[in-house]
């Protein structure tokens, strides 16, 4: 029965990759995945729990490489948000997650958002303080310029989030390096500017995926969106995309969205269709 994912790490070579849990979230799955089916959802019932909600994780990565410390996505704050109809979604953990790794919130030298939804950057502040005050803080232009000067309740919160990056901001581009061994790829239809990372060491890859996928039942169903994908096509083709080159043997990925046991992964391929495979 799926449950919140808690702490988890992965070594991709020399670097350390830690998923900083930080709550979850219980929807309904037919407002959640739109293109799915009730008879579809009996095939796929293990990815539902006890109620036939569909359950997601919520948090952000450690990267620890070298001498840098890079926080991806900062989960969702401490906080309960209600979507009325579809569910609710909460965090509250995750510098308690953090503080499994021994890294303190003033050594992370770079923060980078796949994305601007509440989740992904929720704990960008603390109590009116940047959260990693030594940190640079980075996002593609294309999400930034998206989200920046509203107030959509799933994007970045006016005050908490974006005037407190105002001035603290860097924009990254496709194909950045923006620590030893972790690049950024381009990887909108979720978000417009939404991006995934590649981390590498020796004969290792990690693909960071961000909300290009949100449950592992996107293995056998890639297209199926998730209701938050805001450019429907766009979202497939980046998925199809991402599934391809995740079947190269050498490169496991990372999904925040995952249940519990599942945040690291590789895909794997057989009879006809992909399977999630737990590293
Ligand atoms: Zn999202």
Redesign the pocket.
């Known amino acids: 029965m799926p449950t919140f994912a808690g702490p988890d790490r992965i070594a991709v070579g020399d670097v350390r990759v830690t998923f900083l849990a930080d709550g979850g979230g219980v929807t309904d799955p037919h407002v959640a995945w739109p293109d799915s089916t009730p008879e579809a959802w009996d095939h796929h019932r293990r990815h539902l729990d006890e109620n036939g909600k569909f359950v997601t994780s919520v948090g952000g990565f450690l990267v620890e490489t070298g001498d840098r410390k890079v926080v991806v996505d900062t989960g969702i704050g401490d906080m309960r948000v209600d979507f009325p109809g579809v569910g609710y979604f909460e965090g509250g953990r995750f510098l308690d997650s953090l503080a499994t790794t021994g890294v303190a919130p003033e050594e992370v030298t770079d923060v980078v958002y796949?994305?601007l939804?509440l989740?992904?950057c929720g704990w960008t502040t603390t109590e009116g303080s940047l959260t990693f005050p030594n940190a640079r803080h980075l996002v593609a232009a294309g999400e930034w310029d998206h989200w920046h000067g509203g107030d959509d309740p799933?994007g970045p919160d006016p005050v908490r989030v974006q005037q407190a990056l105002e001035g603290n901001l860097d924009h990254v581009s496709d194909g950045e390096t923006i620590a030893p061994g972790v690049d950024v790829v381009f990887t909108p239809g979720?978000?417009p500017g939404?991006l995934s990372l590649v981390v590498s060491s020796g004969v290792s890859r990690l693909l960071i995926l961000?909300?290009a996928m949100h449950c592992a039942v996107q293995m056998s169903e890639p297209q199926w969106n998730?209701a938050?994908d805001m450019d429907p096509d766009m979202a497939r083709a980046t998925r199809a995309r991402l599934l391809q080159e995740l079947e190269r043997p050498d490169t496991l990925g990372a999904a925040c969205h995952f249940a519990s046991g599942l945040t690291f992964g590789r895909v794997l391929v057989g009879e006809g269709t992909r399977y999630w495979g737990i590293n």
């Open positions: 796949t994305h939804h989740d992904h799933a979720h978000t939404h961000g909300d998730i938050f």
